[in-house]
């Protein structure tokens, strides 16, 4: 392995170890914990975590052992946030699709082959799905907001991550590549995507694709809730809801200043 190749190397690991990190907050994990999560060994896990430290990208609980992220990170972060978030924008659009189809509402964000909720708004009906939550990384194609997102990208973007992605494992053979195939398919004849219960039984999901300044789906809006609630009439309906809230959001968001 070339030294440039083992920067890359180790760069992936900072990555991955952070991202783990993160998706523990706020209790924060421990070294075993983390080094499970990502697939690096655990000594090494704890020497990558000790640099990271050092620079202050994570903290050590000292009575626990704990590792949560680091004062660095809310800097940084809140930086980006100048650039990339857009919750305060999208505010108003997902708390009107909750309370228009009583079904709770969220915004996602695509990062790379990944999507992160961000933002999640209860409805009014009193049965609800649990399955995303505010921080959730689920890959694109999984959920209606990653298949949404999926769907809107070109062929060669689609085939490339295809090409890339195991989901069964995880994820079961509802998520082989032609099972996501079909869906993509049928997202892009409708419009906006389905999840009929694929993640959690009984538990269903609408997703639109939002789209960035350069026409590129960058979020999306979703709603989810109990079957029942999600039968062939009203998934019309809730999907002209959500493709009329979607336009809505990418019109706003062309307007935001350079």
Not at 8 to 34: D, Y
Not at 78 to 86: F, K
Not at 144 to 164: F, K, M, N, T, W
Not at 216 to 237: I, M, Y
């Amino acid at each position: 392995m070339t030294s440039s190749e083992a920067n890359a190397s180790v760069i992936g690991k900072i990555c991955s170890l952070l991202r783990a990190a993160g998706a523990e907050e706020p209790s924060g994990a421990s070294t075993t914990v983390l080094a499970r999560a990502t697939g690096i060994a655990r000594p090494t896990t704890h020497r990558l975590l000790s640099t990271l430290a050092d620079q202050g990208f994570v903290d050590r609980d000292a009575g626990t052992g704990r590792w949560s992220l680091g004062p660095e990170i809310y800097l940084l972060g809140s930086m980006a946030a100048l650039r990339y978030d857009i919750t305060d924008q999208a505010r108003k659009v997902v708390q009107g699709l909750a309370t228009e189809s009583g079904e709770s509402a969220f915004l996602s964000a695509r990062r790379g082959s990944e999507t992160v909720c961000l933002l999640r708004v209860e409805g009014s009906f009193p049965l609800r799905s649990h399955v995303l939550y505010e921080g959730i990384r689920l890959p694109l194609g999984v959920a209606s907001a990653g298949l949404a997102i999926l769907a809107h990208l070109p062929d060669r973007e689609v085939d490339e991550y295809l090409d890339g992605v195991d989901l069964v494992p995880e994820w079961g053979e509802s998520h082989s590549h032609n099972a996501v195939r079909e869906r993509i398919a049928q997202t892009r004849t409708t419009g906006f995507a389905v999840n009929p219960a694929l993640l959690v039984e009984g538990s269903w999901g609408l997703g639109a694709a939002v789209f960035d300044r350069a026409a590129k789906p960058a979020w999306a809006l979703s709603v989810t809730g109990v079957e029942t609630r999600f039968r062939e009439d009203r998934r019309r309906e809730l999907g002209t809801l959500l493709l009329d809230a979607a336009h809505r959001l990418t019109v706003q968001l062309g307007a935001r200043p350079a």
